[in-house]
């Protein structure tokens, strides 16, 4: 069902997209009626083309073709509009503004990473204060990167390294109180 966005142009490919997500779990006992164990990884690859619009000067703009006039394009200048992509090569002319801009419609790719691990531990205690303590470790390593329309703008995208670890003791004291 990876059908084109309302703005994709007609008759121009689908972006691809290709998921994998992989993963699995592992837990049991270490001490029988006592110590357990759990632990779990999951990962994502990711390959997404989605259609991104951008405004951009026209191919007369570039040449210094405005409403009819001419003008000199500086050399200064000219870098620049380097940077934007040329209306038609490579993407496809959506709208034309008559203004010496056009919007252009062209894949965007985005490149997905996630790595996420969980681990747990709990414990029963058989004393005269019941309880429990159980350890919780979370990891999580994802990376997102995208490859623009524009040319050389793939810096978009971000990272995130994050480490969580948490612990609980629950004691039972009576019937009736109960600390956590």
């Known amino acids: ?3 084109a966005n309302y703005f994709h ?3 121009e490919p689908i972006p691809p997209l290709g998921q994998n997500q992989f993963g699995g779990t592992i837990g049991g006992p270490i001490f029988q009626n006592r110590t357990f164990f759990f632990g779990s990884y999951e990962g994502l690859r990711e390959g997404l083309g989605k259609t991104e619009e ?3 000067p026209s191919v007369e703009a570039r040449r210094g073709i405005l409403t009819g006039k001419t003008l000199t394009v500086a050399p200064a200048v000219k870098p620049y509009l380097e940077l934007w992509p ?3 090569q490579g993407n496809a002319i959506v709208e034309d503004f008559r203004d010496g801009t056009v ?3 062209g894949t965007r790719d985005q ?3 996630d790595d996420f691990v969980a681990a747990k ?3 029963r205690f058989a004393s005269e204060k019941k309880g429990f303590l159980a350890v919780t470790y979370n990891y999580d390593n994802s990376d997102r990167r995208f490859v623009n329309l524009i040319a050389d703008t793939n810096a978009s995208g971000w990272e995130a390294r994050k480490h969580v670890l948490s612990a609980r003791l629950t004691s039972v004291f009576s019937p009736t109180t109960l600390n956590e």
Do not use: K
């Open 111 to 113: 490149f997905v990473r």
């Open 1 to 3: 069902f990876d059908s």
């Open 103 to 105: 919007r252009i419609a």
């Open 121 to 123: 531990l709990d414990h």
């Open 86 to 88: 040329v209306p038609g």
């Open 54 to 56: 951008v405004r951009v």
């Open 9 to 11: 142009p007609r008759g």
